[in-house]
């Protein structure tokens, strides 16, 4: 989406009044280049292609069809939107896994451009073809190595987009043809998957690294994730679409505890503006083949079965990484936004506990309204707190309650409350100025003694007259 300027918006500029310029097409600013990475390890016998569909009218060259699929069929889990109006991917893709029982999956599909959500049976219909095309067009692909009878689907499927309208067919349906025939298993075809999949996004947002595990010794695994989302971001999911690779051999039960325990320390722990969209998904692929590159395992390596042993340990600290990874690149890219804060929460009981006090702080407008004018106004960010829901009684004592900012680069704090009163002579505001000018923030939230030592992380942005230009225009 590009919003187009106009006469109000010159005579607001020469009034002061800061507008949202979005690049040009295709184009990645400057200051975010620095997000990208130049190489990456990708998982073994994993393929990624894409091609163009048109599928929103104003998209005239950018590819917004992607594929991602294995050579050898897949382990999978999925996390999904908890948003009642759930779309129609998000529908089939968890009937394909319930089906399967996380089995057999052999690759995903993903188009930009139209959510296919809230689109009724029709909808559905279009999930179902979209899987049916990618399952087609790998049979031709790999011919007799892949079973042509069967006619249960085994590819999952992500849209992302505008809710409320029917998917282009006759546009996706040679496009998912035409990106499967132009796979590859580089970093520039993992980053043309990356870019193919944005909306709103203003840089493609990928990451990967290599683990080991306890039981392959002289084994190296590898994970990658791309994640797409630049609003409507909050927890429970948000139009955010990510999808993780992995190599190692993984059994989908395992994969699915993983998954989970990933999404609630990483995308469930970000918020950009406290909406929850239909269409959330992360999905993550499992397809065995760096151990059976190993050479104690040349014929049938086995997976990793249990989810309290140190092999599911290991995958478990590498997929919560770059989980992470991605779901705070989504904030550095929140729609409009010139802040990245990382809000903290130091004494709570437990990590749902920390994390309900931060999302309150996070979905805050007029905390988030408030970073933006580079202004320290703590009693926003209190209030916040006071009103979290979803607390045990005796968790937030105003008597205990601290507040600081604390500065990004080298970790200075400044007081702004200390157990409940105001600090002695107020505020230091110029020096909360400065802090404020910094593009990265901490907002240190002390609950007090007694409550226990459990510190939780949140990541959020700031709320821009930007935001609303684009939301505004989004459709157009």
């Given at each position: 989406?590009?919003?187009?300027?106009n006469?109000?918006?010159?005579k607001?500029?020469?009034?002061?009044?800061?507008?949202?310029?979005a690049?040009?097409?295709?184009?990645?600013?400057a200051?975010?280049q620095r997000f990208i990475?130049?190489?990456?390890h990708i998982?073994k016998?994993y393929?990624?292609?894409?091609?163009?569909?048109?599928?929103?009218?104003?998209n005239?060259?950018?590819?917004d069809?992607?594929?991602?699929h294995?050579?050898?069929?897949?382990?999978?889990a999925?996390?999904?939107?908890q948003?009642?109006?759930?779309?129609?991917?998000?529908?089939?893709?968890?009937d394909?896994?319930?089906r399967?029982k996380g089995?057999?999956?052999?690759?995903i599909?993903i188009?930009?451009?139209?959510a296919?959500a809230v689109?009724?049976h029709?909808g559905?219909?279009?999930?179902?073809?979209?899987?049916s095309e990618?399952?087609?067009?790998?049979r031709?692909q790999?011919g007799?190595?892949?079973?042509?009878?069967?006619s249960?689907?085994s590819?999952?499927v992500?849209?992302?987009g505008v809710?409320?309208?029917?998917?282009?067919?006759p546009k996706?349906?040679p496009?998912?043809?035409?990106?499967?025939?132009?796979?590859?298993s580089?970093?520039d075809?993992f980053?043309?998957v990356?870019?193919?999949?944005?909306?709103t996004?203003?840089?493609?947002?990928?990451?990967s690294?290599?683990?080991?595990?306890p039981?392959?010794?002289g084994s190296t695994?590898?994970?990658?994730g791309?994640?797409?989302?630049?609003?409507?971001?909050?927890p429970?999911?948000?139009?955010?679409?990510g999808?993780?690779?992995?190599?190692?051999?993984v059994?989908?039960?395992?994969?699915?505890s993983?998954?989970?325990s990933a999404?609630?320390k990483?995308f469930?722990?970000i918020?950009?503006?406290?909406?929850t969209?239909?269409?959330?998904?992360?999905?993550?692929?499992?397809?065995?083949?760096?151990?059976r590159?190993?050479p104690?395992?040349?014929?049938?390596?086995?997976?990793i079965t249990?989810?309290?042993s140190g092999?599911?340990?290991?995958?478990?600290e590498?997929v919560?990484d770059i989980?992470?990874?991605?779901?705070r690149?989504?904030v550095?890219?929140?729609?409009g936004?010139t802040?990245?804060?990382?809000?903290?929460?130091?004494?709570?009981p437990?990590?749902y506990?920390?994390?309900?006090i931060?999302?309150?702080?996070?979905?805050s407008?007029l905390?988030k309204?408030?970073?933006?004018?580079?202004?320290a106004?703590?009693?926003?960010?209190?209030?916040?707190?006071?009103?979290?829901d979803?607390?045990?009684?005796?968790i937030i004592?105003?008597?205990?309650?601290s507040v600081?900012f604390?500065?990004?680069a080298d970790?200075?704090?400044?007081r702004?409350?200390?157990?409940?009163?105001?600090?002695a002579?107020?505020?230091?505001e110029e020096?909360?100025g400065?802090?404020?000018q910094d593009?990265?923030?901490?907002i240190?939230?002390?609950?007090?003694e007694?409550n226990?030592?459990?510190?939780v992380?949140?990541?959020?942005c700031?709320?821009?007259?930007?935001?609303?230009t684009?939301?505004?225009d989004?459709r157009?």
């Amino acid at each position: 989406m590009t919003p187009r300027p106009n006469s109000q918006s010159f005579k607001n500029i020469a009034k002061g009044i800061r507008q949202y310029s979005a690049p040009a097409e295709g184009a990645i600013p400057a200051s975010k280049q620095r997000f990208i990475p130049t190489d990456a390890h990708i998982p073994k016998d994993y393929l990624f292609g894409t091609a163009y569909a048109g599928v929103k009218p104003s998209n005239k060259s950018n590819h917004d069809v992607a594929v991602v699929h294995s050579t050898a069929a897949c382990s999978a889990a999925s996390v999904f939107t908890q948003n009642r109006f759930q779309a129609a991917p998000v529908t089939v893709s968890r009937d394909i896994l319930d089906r399967r029982k996380g089995r057999g999956i052999k690759g995903i599909v993903i188009n930009s451009g139209c959510a296919n959500a809230v689109t009724g049976h029709g909808g559905l219909e279009d999930a179902k073809s979209m899987s049916s095309e990618l399952d087609h067009a790998l049979r031709q692909q790999e011919g007799a190595s892949m079973s042509s009878s069967s006619s249960e689907l085994s590819s999952l499927v992500m849209s992302t987009g505008v809710i409320g309208q029917r998917l282009p067919m006759p546009k996706i349906t040679p496009a998912i043809a035409a990106a499967t025939a132009a796979t590859g298993s580089t970093y520039d075809a993992f980053h043309r998957v990356a870019r193919a999949i944005c909306t709103t996004d203003t840089f493609p947002k990928l990451a990967s690294r290599t683990f080991t595990l306890p039981s392959f010794p002289g084994s190296t695994f590898a994970i990658c994730g791309t994640a797409k989302g630049a609003g409507m971001i909050h927890p429970n999911m948000a139009t955010l679409l990510g999808l993780l690779c992995t190599d190692a051999p993984v059994a989908p039960n395992v994969l699915s505890s993983v998954l989970k325990s990933a999404v609630d320390k990483s995308f469930n722990c970000i918020s950009i503006d406290g909406d929850t969209s239909t269409n959330d998904t992360v999905s993550l692929l499992a397809n065995g083949a760096g151990a059976r590159a190993s050479p104690l395992y040349k014929s049938a390596p086995p997976e990793i079965t249990d989810a309290d042993s140190g092999d599911a340990q290991a995958l478990s600290e590498a997929v919560t990484d770059i989980a992470g990874q991605l779901a705070r690149l989504v904030v550095r890219d929140g729609e409009g936004a010139t802040k990245f804060v990382t809000i903290r929460v130091a004494g709570a009981p437990d990590h749902y506990s920390g994390r309900q006090i931060a999302s309150s702080v996070a979905r805050s407008p007029l905390v988030k309204t408030a970073l933006y004018g580079k202004d320290a106004n703590w009693g926003r960010i209190l209030c916040a707190v006071g009103y979290t829901d979803g607390l045990a009684e005796g968790i937030i004592d105003p008597s205990k309650v601290s507040v600081s900012f604390v500065r990004e680069a080298d970790g200075e704090e400044l007081r702004l409350l200390v157990d409940g009163e105001p600090v002695a002579g107020g505020v230091d505001e110029e020096k909360a100025g400065r802090m404020l000018q910094d593009e990265e923030l901490q907002i240190l939230i002390r609950l007090g003694e007694g409550n226990g030592g459990e510190e939780v992380r949140f990541w959020t942005c700031d709320l821009s007259h930007e935001y609303v230009t684009i939301n505004g225009d989004y459709r157009t």
